[in-house]
């Protein structure tokens, strides 16, 4: 499979607790964005990156909130002391430059109890 | 700042009948228009963009600028059509090009 890819599919933390999920997009694509999408509602931009450059953050990413991209290949997102607030699905998509197609992957379920 | 709007959360038709997904959009400069599908299971896929001008699927969807639209549409609803359908925009041109997303429509088609 050459689509994106995300680890762990499914997390299940209690709170406080900190987690990280990976991305790993397709292979030639030099952008990278992060997305939160709660019940109910479409998928809500977090983060981008153009190579392992983070270009712009929303404001919904608070402090506790943070992404890399190392090398410009894969990418975590780490969410520190969390909260029963961050229970969601996160998406990561790439894209080849900017105006190409945002393909998705399958998203990481987070549950914080 | 853009916004999406999706009115109907969910649309339920018989199979065979038209078909039509509305969207509407809020953006004072020039938007780029997508439709994405997420059937069960699987993940979010593009299905259309209003540049590409072109049906997939059997549906298609045209830019109305005077009335900020850019509804779905197919003539003829077929079972597997049954999903999770969202629209976005982003700026054209690019910029950040991050997607804003509406809160998506549920289509069932029912035999």
Redesign the interface.
């Known amino acids: 499979d050459t689509g994106v890819s995300q680890n762990p599919r499914h997390k299940i933390t209690k709170r406080g607790q900190n987690v990280t999920f990976r991305c790993d997009p397709i292979s030639e694509h030099n952008r990278l964005y992060w997305y939160r999408q709660t019940l109910g509602q479409g998928p809500e931009f977090l983060t981008y990156f153009q190579n392992e450059a983070q270009l712009e953050k929303s404001r919904l990413l608070s402090d506790r909130f943070s992404a890399e991209r190392p090398k410009g290949s894969f990418s975590t997102l780490e969410i520190q002391r969390t909260e029963q607030g961050d229970s969601a699905m996160y998406l990561c998509a790439s894209s080849l430059n900017s105006g190409g197609t945002q393909y998705f992957g399958p998203g990481t379920r987070l549950l914080v109890l | 700042a853009q916004r999406?709007t999706q009115p109907e959360?969910l649309l339920s038709v018989f199979k065979g009948a038209p078909v039509e997904l509305k969207c509407n959009y809020s953006y004072s400069g020039s938007p780029e228009l997508f439709w994405?599908v997420q059937y069960s299971r699987q993940?979010?896929?593009?299905l259309l963009?209003h540049i590409s001008r072109e049906s997939i699927k059997g549906f298609t969807a045209d830019l109305n600028k005077g009335e900020t639209s850019f509804h779905l549409k197919k003539p003829f609803a077929q079972e597997e059509d049954s999903a999770m359908y969202?629209c976005?925009l982003r700026p054209l041109g690019?910029?950040?090009?991050?997607?804003?997303?509406?809160?998506?429509t549920q289509l069932k088609v029912e035999l």
Not at chain 2, 43 to 46: G, S, V
Not at chain 2, 94 to 104: A, I, S
């Open positions: 999406v959360k994405y993940r979010l896929q593009l963009r969202y976005a690019g910029g950040g090009n991050k997607l804003t997303f509406g809160t998506g």
